[in-house]
């Protein structure tokens, strides 16, 4: 059995909550910042709590304020945060100091961390990737267009021996998710548009995806 571990991004419906608690990722996420997938706190609250326990809630962020950001976290309806912006290391260690954590229990399903996410046009952006201070890195496609989730692959031969575990994004789909896990050897793999029909999840498409890896 892989261990590969699956995120599925850009939840917002509680047909999309449903379609993950039927197949479990390991990850899921909601976008906060700008985007044709955006939800609002009030509406990721609402996700969150229908999410099967043992899925952990991601938050993707674009430049946001970290006191906003930590609050998700603090307020549990989110646990990792996911960093598509400028954010640097003075924005990360902040933000580790302002997420609490008194009563959380040590557990996988419990974790709490920050993901820093890296756009790869060219080999500088990985060893650029391997210096920040968090704890995950997210390798995804650089566009001028977005700061992510633009559903195109980049350039695998670039990644070089990552110093942390990372998520490989970019045009992550079922069609290409085992040559991908094979060739780079990612810690998570990370789907999105990948995993829609005319824009919205669709339960076969994220079945088969998350199937596939599994029994790979």
């Not at 290391?89 to 902040?94: R, V």
């Not at 580790?96 to 952006?125: C, F, H, Q, W």
């Amino acid at each position: 059995m892989s261990t590969t571990k699956i995120k599925i991004c850009g939840l917002r419906r509680l047909e999309d909550v449903k379609y993950v608690n039927n197949y479990k990722p390991d990850y899921v996420g909601f976008v906060f910042a700008k985007s044709k997938r955006q939800v609002t706190k009030e509406l990721a609250e609402k996700l969150k709590n229908a999410l099967a326990p043992g899925i952990i809630p991601v938050g993707v962020f674009v430049n946001q304020p970290v006191e906003w950001v930590a609050d998700l976290v603090n307020r549990d309806i989110i646990q990792c945060a996911q960093l598509h912006g400028d954010e640097d290391d003075e924005y990360i260690a902040k933000l580790r100091a302002l997420i609490s954590k008194k009563d959380i229990v040590s557990t996988p399903d419990r974790e709490r961390g920050i993901i820093k996410a890296v756009r790869v046009k060219e080999l500088a952006d990985i060893e650029r990737a391997n210096l920040y201070d968090c704890d995950y890195i997210l390798l995804d496609t650089f566009s001028v267009e977005c700061e992510g989730g633009n559903g195109k692959t980049f350039d695998w031969s670039m990644i070089k021996k990552m110093n942390k575990p990372f998520f490989l994004a970019g045009g992550i789909n079922e069609s290409n998710v085992l040559q991908a896990i094979e060739y780079v050897k990612p810690y998570a793999v990370d789907a999105s548009s990948g995993l829609e029909t005319d824009g919205y999840k669709d339960e076969m498409k994220i079945k088969r995806f998350v199937e596939k890896i599994r029994i790979a």
